[in-house]
DNA sequence: TTGACACCACTCTAGATGTAGTACTACGTT
DNA sequence: AACGTAGTACTACATCTAGAGTGGTGTCAA
């Protein structure tokens, strides 16, 4: 178990990328040292095992999505109505979207903490923060909507960037834009006013 | 390439049953065999190879999946109110959380489509004339919403399912059921009259 | 000089695939 | 009734692949 944390956080970005594009059936340690340009063995020294790497990509990837500062302030600025939570929900789901590889891998591991308690105690954890974390900022920055609003949007936003990304054509593309705007307009209470 | 469709259709359900159980990577023809309990090399009798068995996994489960012509019937009973809705979609919610080998190696297909074209066309095409069916049954039912309606609820209940499958502890079980008719109340109009 | 790490090479192992060969069953033919 | 044929089931095998993990050497920095 080597200690280099750069090197460490480049082999677990490298397994995100696999992650993505092939699938966990792909997700070995060789891929990964290819995929980070590292000699092989590399990811071996790294990890103690598929379990453990599995669970550090866990980790990673929250550490990598912590949400941006300026995105955050930008949601405190002008009036708190509907219009303004439907521009962070756009922001959201293109921020997301953009980040395909880290969401798709995130999904793989979604179903492997079906397998493993750890990996599932981990997320579980850190999903359970990021809600409970969208509904203290909405509801602190004086947001149209209670913590159920903001639950709703989860779930729907969620489900809608999973079609996005992985049957692209169900929903087409231009589309898209559209489907948010109706998520948040017929998700929120009343006709656009500050709570 | 045998014929035998029983034996395929056997093969293909406990292909199902290992893809949700041990995931992608525990996805091979000898896991299958044992599953279905038939002598090694039976599935390599069967398909092709890895691809060919993922795709016809696609078509068996929209085959099983057919919906069940009583409760078809019994939407059509009774007052079409936002009641009959909060039901419906109880029902529906039960029903796939039941089959839950299913609808996790449904999500495997979904990640696998990311990269074999012709199961992400299968998968597109019977999405999407599961969701257009629905659209049309709930309007030619005259139940209260629009098209739109409908898919807002076909978004935030799949990703409700997926988190109450792959994450149970997010969302407390017991709360699941509260959330459904959240997700309900706030997405139709109105107060529960019919359209 | 020591310790941590990068790099490289090698072996071991496991597991999967696909097929060749045999046996069985059912059905049709004469 | 005997026979032949086709389609399957079953078994065993030969092959192949690739990945895991480790030991050894070189390098750099404290």
Redesign the interface.
């Given at each position: 178990m080597r200690q280099n944390p750069a090197r460490r956080a480049a082999l677990l970005d490298a397994a995100i990328e696999v992650l993505?594009?092939?699938?966990?059936?792909g997700l070995t340690f060789r891929a990964v040292d290819v995929e980070a340009q590292v000699p092989n063995g590399t990811a071996s020294n790294y990890f103690d095992n598929r379990d453990d790497m599995l669970t550090q990509i866990g980790y990673r990837f929250y550490e990598r999505l912590e949400p941006d500062p300026g995105m955050l302030a930008a949601g405190l600025e002008g009036p708190r109505d509907r219009a303004k939570v439907t521009q962070l929900m756009h922001d959201l789901v293109d921020r997301i979207s953009r980040f395909r590889s880290g969401y798709?891998a995130l999904?793989?591991l979604?179903?492997?903490?079906?397998?493993r308690p750890e990996l599932?105690r981990l997320?579980?954890e850190r999903?359970?923060a990021d809600?409970d974390a969208n509904i203290r900022y909405h509801t602190e920055a004086g947001l149209p909507g209670d913590a159920?609003?903001v639950?709703?949007l989860?779930?729907?936003?969620?489900?809608?960037i999973?079609?996005r990304?992985?049957?692209p054509?169900?929903f087409p593309e231009d589309r898209i834009h559209d489907?948010v705007t109706?998520?948040v307009e017929?998700?929120l209470?009343g006709p656009g006013q500050s709570a």
């Open positions: 993505a594009r092939e699938g966990a059936r798709l999904l793989e979604r179903l492997e903490a079906t397998r599932r997320l579980t999903i359970r809600v159920t609003t639950i709703l989860y779930l729907a936003l969620n489900w809608l999973v079609e990304l992985t049957l054509d169900v489907l109706d998520v017929r998700i209470p």
